[in-house]
């Protein structure tokens, strides 16, 4: 079997299979932070008659491990070679961010001044490519998400950030670009 058909197995694998000790190992290879369900006892929903409704046992599994799972389309749909060369043991078709602008408006078309990672072609350090718990398949929430890379210290300590709490940092900031290097919106 070649590495992407095997790695599409795993992955279905890891998406519809029933939840043993092995298949969570998977899972968290493709995505950090999934519960151990082994210390989701008892959930035995019951249908009228007392008999165990398995469908209402395996939905409320899935449901825990995957809380709220936002898919990107191309992922979603399976058309995994619209990124990755099956030819090439699954290695991307394309540098980045020229994939991602394949099919996405190009963002140096649309600003005069790039956000360094945008400019360096890092959409993965903001977003997962295939899905993620957050909404935009980003792959941290909130000021977290800035923070990862710019030193919380030095910008909270900033004059125009004293009152900012815990508000995202993209209510003033455009995450891709804008009209100057502050990239505000
Ligand atoms: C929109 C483009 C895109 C699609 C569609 C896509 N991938 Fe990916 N995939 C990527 C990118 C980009 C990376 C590299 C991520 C990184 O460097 O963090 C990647 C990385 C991977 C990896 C390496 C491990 C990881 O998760 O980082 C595997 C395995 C993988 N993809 C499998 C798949 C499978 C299977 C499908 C189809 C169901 C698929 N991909 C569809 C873009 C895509
Ligand atoms: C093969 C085409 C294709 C490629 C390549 C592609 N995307 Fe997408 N992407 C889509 C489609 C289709 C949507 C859904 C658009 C919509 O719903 O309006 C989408 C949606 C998104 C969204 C919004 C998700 C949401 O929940 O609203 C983000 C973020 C995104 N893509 C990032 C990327 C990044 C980063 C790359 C490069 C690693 C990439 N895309 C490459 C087709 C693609
Ligand atoms: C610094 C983090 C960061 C980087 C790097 C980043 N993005 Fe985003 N992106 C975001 C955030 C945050 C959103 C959510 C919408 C918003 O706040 O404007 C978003 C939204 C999107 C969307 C959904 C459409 C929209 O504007 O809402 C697409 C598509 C997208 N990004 C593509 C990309 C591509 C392609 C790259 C790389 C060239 C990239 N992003 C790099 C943070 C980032
Ligand atoms: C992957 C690392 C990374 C992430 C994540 C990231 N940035 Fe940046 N950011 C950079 C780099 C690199 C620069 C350019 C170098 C510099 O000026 O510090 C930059 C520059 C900036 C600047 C301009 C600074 C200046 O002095 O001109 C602002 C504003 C900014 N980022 C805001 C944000 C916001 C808001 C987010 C979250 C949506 C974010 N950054 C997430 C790496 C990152
Ligand atoms: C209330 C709006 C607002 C919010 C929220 C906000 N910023 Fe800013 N930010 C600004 C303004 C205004 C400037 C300064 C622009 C200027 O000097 O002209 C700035 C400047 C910056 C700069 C460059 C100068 C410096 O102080 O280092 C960085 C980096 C930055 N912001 C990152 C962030 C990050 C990360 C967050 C989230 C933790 C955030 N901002 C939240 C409005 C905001």
Known sequence: ?????????VLLMSLFGCSSQSQIKVLSFFFDGVPNPSREVGVHPTDTLG????????????????????????YKA???????DRTRMGKLNNSLPELCYQCHDDFTTKFKVLHGPVGGGQCVMCHSPHQSMNEKLLIRSGQALCLYCHNSETVLAAKEH????DANCTDCHNPHGGDDRFILR
């Open 1 to 9: 079997m070649k590495l992407s058909s095997l790695l599409f197995f």
């Open 162 to 165: 004293q009152d900012i709490k």
């Open 78 to 84: 399976q058309e995994c070679s619209s990124c990755h």
């Open 51 to 74: 008999r165990k409704d398995t469908t209402a046992i395996k939905q409320t599994t899935m449901g825990k491990m995957f809380p709220r799972l936002f898919f990107h389309a191309p």
